[in-house]
């Protein structure tokens, strides 16, 4: 995280001073931008929902996970792809689109590590001894499996040398992949670490397994195929884009029923949520996935994006989506997990709390300074004015943008110290109850389950 938000911040400096890189080619803006967009999505947030999943799976499903090797080299192969990531694209090896710029090698192993994970965690699902599957499993197999897929087919792997397909069906075929990055990748996989750390940090039951399935197969059913409202100026089918516009307005069922789960799982119980730092992260993080959903919604529709489109508006939404969403449960799961995994306490649960506070403050900010200087741009570019008169006016928000995107960044140095401490620090006693820890999540309103009855408490609680 802290190279990631330190590319971005060097990215926000080179738009407010352009010449301050000198023109040295290999940290020039246009290879800044996507080393930083890449570490941030690979090197940051899926790998820390990922960690999570890797630790919640076995114990969702009563079971060791199938290989732990298996495990350790998929994280070797993991940091090999991103110190790949960042050479090639800093030398200029990049294929250009967005999302999907990295070049053959790095696509067969991106490839190749989701195959290795996809089959440990399956393979772990096949040994389970727990028989009710739970849906955190759900939304973390099939992140995996449907990214797999739709990596190959957006970054065109059949054709190594351009990993591009020609004209409109490319920009289709790369929307559909670019748009699964957020909607099969870092949604299911934030989605599965939502369920669960709440119940559990709430110790509550969920609210309800019938909805957290409608929630998910819903959201398999509409988020696969509303790519092409990234493309709404494009000449593109009219069918694709009005079938993209409906299922984007639709987008509200599966997430409002996700939400409603979670949020009544919490009902009353605010009070563990404060008091857990993880908890504080991962709901913080729901609140801004209602957010980033209904913007989204409204963002898909052609009369608003006549505004939006091309400029910074769609930038805070990115910042809302990736870091407010999906970074924040990241950061959440990775403190709720730690002190468990590495049986030893927190190393800070002041510095935590600051962090949290500095993240939250910057997302927020970052919302609004690109929100308005976005609806700048795009009033005047809607009105006819040439760039060179926008772009005085919005420079003042850029300087706002990198002061914010500074915070951003000392956050995450003080995260990393945090963890590097806790990692390092003394251990602490742990006594781990065995169980099944399934139906005591599914404990909900329907299966009739009662927390309490089910006995299957699988805590472990560091003193
Ligand atoms: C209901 C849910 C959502 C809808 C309907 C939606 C809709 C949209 C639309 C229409 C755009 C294109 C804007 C334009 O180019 O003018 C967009 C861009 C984007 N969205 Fe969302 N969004 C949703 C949720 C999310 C979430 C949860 C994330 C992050 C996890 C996210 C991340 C992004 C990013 C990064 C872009 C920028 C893509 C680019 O580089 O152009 N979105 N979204
Ligand atoms: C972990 C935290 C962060 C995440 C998850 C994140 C995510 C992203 C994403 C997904 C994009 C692509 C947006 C798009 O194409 O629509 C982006 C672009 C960008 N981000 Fe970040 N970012 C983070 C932190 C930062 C920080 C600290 C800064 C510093 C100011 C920053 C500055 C930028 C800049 C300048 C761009 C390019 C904007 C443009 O092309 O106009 N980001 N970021």
Redesign the pocket.
């Known amino acids: ?1 802290m190279m ?6 060097l ?5 407010i001073a352009p010449d301050l890189s000198g023109n040295l080619s290999w940290i020039v ?1 246009g290879r800044v ?1 996507p080393i ?2 890449n570490l ?2 690979f090197g ?2 899926t790998p820390g929902l990922l960690g999570a999943a890797f630790y919640f799976l076995p114990r969702l499903l009563d079971t060791d996970l199938y290989s732990e090797g298996l495990g350790r080299v998929s994280v070797i192969v993991w940091n090999l792809i991103l110190v790949c990531i960042v050479l090639s694209l800093a030398a200029g090896y990049s294929q250009g689109r ?1 999302y999907a710029e990295m070049i053959w090698p790095v696509d067969m192993l991106i490839v190749i590590v989701f195959t290795l994970i996809f089959f440990n965690f399956i393979m772990t699902v096949a040994q389970r001894r727990e028989p009710l599957l739970y849906v955190s499993v759900w939304y973390a197999c099939a992140a995996i499996v449907l990214t797999g897929l739709t990596y190959c087919l957006g970054n065109v792997i059949w054709r190594p040398d351009s990993g591009a397909l020609v004209g409109i069906p490319d920009a289709i075929l790369l929307w559909f992949y670019g748009h699964n990055i957020f909607g099969l990748l870092l949604t299911p996989l934030s989605l599965g670490v939502a369920y669960y750390v709440i119940p559990r940090v709430c110790r509550s039951p969920l609210y309800s397994h019938t909805l957290s399935l409608v929630g998910f197969w819903s959201l398999i059913l509409v988020y696969t195929h509303i790519g092409t409202h990234h493309l709404l100026q494009v000449p593109v089918p009219t069918w694709l884009k009005v079938i993209a516009t409906v299922d984007s307005v639709g987008m509200v069922i599966p997430v409002m029923v996700v939400l409603i789960n979670l949020w009544y799982t919490a009902k009353g119980r605010l009070g563990e949520i404060h008091a857990d730092i993880g908890g504080k992260f991962v709901f913080t993080g729901t609140i801004l996935y209602f957010f980033v959903s209904i913007q989204g919604s409204m963002m898909a529709l052609p009369q608003v994006q006549r505004i939006t489109h091309f400029n ?1 508006w ?2 805070a ?3 809302v ?3 407010g969403f ?2 924040m449960i990241a950061l959440g799961g990775i403190y709720y997990i730690l002190p468990r995994a590495v049986g030893k306490p927190l190393y800070s649960r002041y510095l935590a709390d600051f962090q949290y506070w500095l ?1 939250l403050i ?1 997302v927020v900010g ?1 919302t609004v300074v690109l929100t308005i200087a976005g609806l700048i741009q795009g009033n005047a570019w809607f009105n006819g004015e040439t760039i060179y008169r926008v772009l005085p006016e919005i420079h003042m928000y850029y300087i706002v ?2 002061s ?6 000392v956050a ?1 140095v003080l995260g990393f110290y945090n963890i590097v401490r806790t990692i390092f620090g003394r251990p602490a006693e742990t006594v781990v109850v065995e169980g099944s820890p399934t139906r005591e999540l599914l404990a909900g309103s329907e299966s009739g389950l009662a927390h309490q009855e089910s006995g299957l408490a699988h805590q472990e609680v560091a003193s």
């Not at 914010?404 to 960044?409: D, E, K, N, P, V």
Request: neutral net charge; without cysteine; glycine residues 14%.
């Open positions: 995280m990631a938000t330190f590319m971005g911040l990215g926000a400096t080179e738009l803006f931008r930083h967009v941030v999505l940051f947030v967005e910074n769609v930038i939404h990115s910042h989506g990736v870091l999906a970074g993240v910057g970052f943008r990198a914010l995107g500074l915070i951003i960044f995450a």
